[in-house]
């Protein structure tokens, strides 16, 4: 990093009202102490680090060049966000950033009007900018929207949705496309800025226009002739000729760290009076801080570290990661199986494919951010006599709904899912949380959903998909480490909707679908301690259930409660749904079920998360002695407190 001068520029830019009040000579300081102070504040909480600092200059351009909040300013995923939240009014709770309590570690609607609109996910901002440029153009507006997408999100099909749909939103929409992995083409020196900016200039713009109109009165031929030589020698000097074809005024690729290039050429684009218009911004992840640019990944997300040295704070050794755990039994299984292959949706290291990978890199299939196409391409591939594993994050095979449906599900094909990150995620909040993967799955025939109470489990259950030919199966495993139990030499193929007796009592029944087992267990303790006989079962299967146990769990005890880390609609409803067509609701059963609460859940710690939507050891005690205590007589004197 450049060394700051002696006046903080940044203690006096509070909005970006402020500063629009500075000398663009000024700006390049700004933007040092903004990167300064993004990299202190990342290495207090953690978080998303590299993307933020290659789009230090990008920010204070768009803020200092474009009216927001009145502009509206989208980022795509919103991980890089951070220098726009220090800009923005959230400067003095920056070092929050994804805590209990604290800012959202991506934008949020709730937090500032600067952020018009939450993203977490990726390839959404054009759709959501168009929506908003459209609004303004059929109200008379003439303000912008402004929509940051970085290259790995235009792997998505939605992007290119979005931008074959904008035509219509004319001047009012603005796509920055920040280039900042693999150049698309670029930008060349002096050169590359001084062309940005003369064909993003007005004078160029009406002067462009006036020949086009004159086009036009040309026979058709000659004027359509006359258009392609436009784009064609406009594409020839600066690429872009996709985003023309699509309906888009390309301009680029230019400096994403050069102010004097970068101002000149937003300033024309906001004076346009023809659009949509797409930039071509060319940054470098983790720029300006040499340990964020040496690493392979830029220091995508780090855990709190030194800004010295650039050394993150490790762990203390444990259990090994759950996408480990799955990532190494996989090649296990592929060793042995020739036609297992490996599918990831831009989330290799995440998901444990990339130990895959190492080991079949032939096999092995990351198809950038694209979801749906990940799950049909697996269809695709078990159709011709594969065995696809697609391993995706639960939250974003979300987005892959419809063809888990119609592509997997209807036709039987026996796809694998593995889904990382089920349950509460900690400090990447809601937008991140898998809540509804077993209600959503569940609901749908002929699919298998499996929950691993543990690694150990974990590795019998990705046997079991691997041996499992009838139909799609999937099998649901938390983010972080495992619970510390051996892991098994032979793993063990489960038979298809069969649970596990882990403890037998006779008054209270605990009937667990995942990691709450170990919870489960803590209270049949506590339980035990009072008087109250307890048993505890671990389902295994959410489909198809257990009906066997379940039943006899639920008549011979006297009052039973599942328990699932998954919103209403899973496991809970699927048991009440049996007992009711068994008649068993009929004979006074106290059934109790224990799920994620009918909300969006902030960042916090995991346990804080579970404690606050009552799935831990204390709620479950507490749930069974008020069901208990409708039955009195049932409930030990010791147990009535």
Not at 255 to 270: Q, S, T
Not at 434 to 452: K, Q, R, W
Not at 495 to 503: A, D, F, P, Q, S
Request: glycine content about 10%; charged content about 20%.
């Amino acid at each position: 990093m450049a060394d700051l001068p002696d006046t903080p520029l940044l203690d006096t830019v509070n909005t970006p009202d402020d500063l629009r009040q500075l000398k663009p000579d000024q700006l390049r300081q700004l933007a040092d102490e903004l990167r300064a102070e993004t990299i202190s504040a990342v290495g207090t909480t953690g978080g998303h680090l590299g993307s933020g600092l290659g789009v230090v200059e990008l920010t204070v351009a768009i803020h200092y060049v474009f009216d927001t909040p009145t502009d509206r300013l989208i980022w795509d995923v919103g991980h890089q966000c951070y220098p726009h939240k220090i800009l923005t009014g959230r400067r003095d709770r920056i070092r929050t950033l994804r805590q209990g309590g604290g800012l959202s570690g991506f934008t949020k609607r709730t937090e500032s009007e600067y952020d018009p609109f939450g993203a977490a996910h990726s390839s959404t901002s054009i759709s959501a900018a168009l929506g908003f440029a459209t609004a303004n153009r059929l109200t008379g507006s003439p303000a912008k929207a402004i929509a940051v997408i970085g290259d790995g999100s235009m792997s998505a099909g939605m992007a290119y949705e979005a931008m074959n749909n904008a035509e219509a939103a004319g001047n009012r929409l603005i796509v920055i496309l920040n280039d900042n992995d693999m150049s698309i083409a670029p930008p060349v020196g002096g050169l590359s800025a001084y062309l940005s900016r003369i064909v993003s200039s007005r004078e160029f713009l009406g002067v462009r226009d006036v020949l086009r109109k004159l086009a036009r009165r040309l026979p058709r031929p000659l004027h359509k002739a006359a258009r392609k030589t436009d784009e064609y020698a406009r594409g020839l000097t600066m690429g872009g000729t996709l985003f023309e074809e699509l309906g888009f005024y390309y301009v680029g690729p230019i400096d994403g760290h050069n102010l004097e290039h970068l101002i000149p050429v937003l300033e024309n684009v906001r004076d346009a009076p023809e659009g949509p218009i797409l930039v071509h911004v060319v940054t470098k992840k983790g720029k300006g801080y040499a340990p964020a640019e040496a690493a392979a990944d830029k220091y995508h997300g780090v855990q709190k570290f030194d800004v010295i040295t650039g050394a993150q704070a490790k762990a203390p050794p444990g259990p090994p990661a759950y996408q480990n755990v799955f990532g190494d039994q996989l090649v296990k299984e592929a060793e042995r199986d020739p036609t297992i292959v490996a599918i990831t949706a831009a989330m290799p290291s995440g998901t444990g494919v990339d130990r895959f990978a190492k080991a079949f890199p032939d096999r092995t299939f990351d198809v950038g951010i694209a979801e749906q196409h990940a799950v049909t391409f697996a269809a695709g591939l078990a159709a011709q006599g594969m065995r696809p594993f697609c391993a995706i994050y639960s939250t974003f095979l979300q987005r892959a709904y419809d063809q888990v449906v119609h592509d997997v599900a209807i036709q039987n094909l026996p796809v694998r899912f593995a889904i990382d990150r089920a349950g509460l995620v900690g400090a990447d909040g809601a937008t991140h949380a898998g809540s509804f993967d077993v209600t959503y799955l569940a609901t749908l025939p002929n699919f298998v959903v499996m929950a691993a109470a543990d690694e150990a489990e974990l590795v019998h259950m990705t046997h079991t998909a691997a041996c499992h030919d009838t139909g799609p199966i999937a099998v649901r495993y938390p983010r972080g480490n495992g619970t510390g139990v051996a892991l098994p030499e032979v793993p063990e193929r489960l038979e298809i909707g069969k649970g596990r007796l882990i403890r037998e009592g006779k008054t209270v029944a605990i009937l667990s679908l995942g990691t709450r087992l170990g919870e489960a267990l803590r209270a049949a303790d506590v339980l035990e301690a009072k008087g109250l006989s307890t048993s505890v079962a671990d389902l295994r299967f959410a489909k198809p259930l257990d009906e066997a146990l379940i039943r006899r769990l639920l008549t011979t005890h006297e009052v039973a409660v599942t328990i699932e880390e998954n919103a209403v609609g899973g496991l809970g409803a699927h048991v009440l749904t049996m007992a009711s067509d068994a008649g068993l609701i009929d004979g006074g059963l106290r059934l109790r079920t224990m799920r994620l609460p009918d909300v969006f859940q902030d960042q916090d710690k995991p346990e804080k998360q579970y404690a606050e939507a009552g799935l831990d050891a204390d709620h479950i005690v507490e749930t069974v002695l008020k069901a208990l205590r409708h039955n009195s007589a049932a409930v030990p004197e010791g147990a009535r407190a």
